[in-house]
């Protein structure tokens, strides 16, 4: 298996542009995270899908961060417009859980996508 | 509500020295605990695990036993290597239906020859 897929890996862009970063998940699994990780902050949950509806988004930082999961192999995290304060690396994580029940699974990460917002 | 504290890092070791990395929590319920690795410029990686009271989690040398009396999740191993150096996470996930993870701040670990 490939493993969780991210892109871009880096991305570039100046303040008040549109970001979009996505996640392929590991073919199977039902659940999808994406994480933020900042020196400051350290590793924040943003949001998690679980059989592609989102469970919880308490961790989005407002009104200009969007995601999407439209099919099981795809999410999109989208920052429109962006800020110099997004600036970290963005990780998608994908598990498997059975039934909606929390079980002894592990959660496997990509390998992040890290953005520069000038 | 849930959260992990980590010992502050950065740590700076020897080769073949004595690691302990710790971690406390507080959650609700009967969380299952880890510990994540993160070597650079890659995602996490899951390390170990312990899901009861007195589970010890183990792989690669590093061990770590869930100790529901101090709320503590403790990483150890007895002779670290320069491949060791990395950032380690603590985190647990609450088992109450929920499959979200907490994870502590991390600490930075490196091991000079």
């Known amino acids: 298996d490939a493993g969780v897929i991210q892109s871009p890996r880096h991305e570039v862009t100046e303040m008040g542009q ?3 970063l996505r996640c392929k998940p590991i073919s199977g699994h039902n659940s999808l995270f994406w994480y933020r990780q900042t020196m400051m902050r350290g590793l924040e949950l ?5 059989n592609n509806v989102p469970i919880d988004d308490s961790g989005m930082p407002e009104d200009r961060f969007s995601a999407k999961m439209p099919n099981a192999s795809f999410s999109t995290l989208k920052i429109q417009p962006s800020e110099p304060r997004d600036s970290a690396v963005y990780f998608c994580a994908s598990s498997f859980a ?3 029940v929390a079980g002894d699974y592990e959660q ?5 996508t890290r953005l520069t917002v000038l | 509500g849930n959260s992990v504290t980590q010992m502050e890092g950065p740590v700076t070791l020897s080769e073949e020295a004595f690691l302990t990395i710790n971690c406390t929590y507080t959650a609700t319920g009967y969380p299952s605990l880890f510990w994540y690795v993160q070597y650079p ?3 996490l990686q899951l390390l170990l695990k312990a899901t009861k009271a007195d589970d010890k989690g183990s792989n690669k040398g590093f061990e770590a036993t ?3 009396e101090t709320t503590s999740f403790h990483l150890e191993k007895g002779s670290v290597q320069v491949s060791d150096s990395a950032v380690y996470f603590c985190a647990l996930r609450t088992g ?3 499959n979200n993870l ?3 701040t991390g600490t930075r670990l490196t091991v000079i020859p």
């Open chain 1, 18 to 20: 549109e970001v979009t």
């Open chain 1, 46 to 50: 943003l949001i998690y899908f679980n």
């Open chain 1, 98 to 100: 059975w039934g909606g």
């Open chain 1, 108 to 112: 496997f990460f990509g390998p992040g």
């Open chain 2, 41 to 43: 410029g890659e995602g």
């Open chain 2, 66 to 68: 869930y100790r529901k």
């Open chain 2, 96 to 98: 109450t239906g929920a």
């Open chain 2, 102 to 104: 907490f994870f502590g």
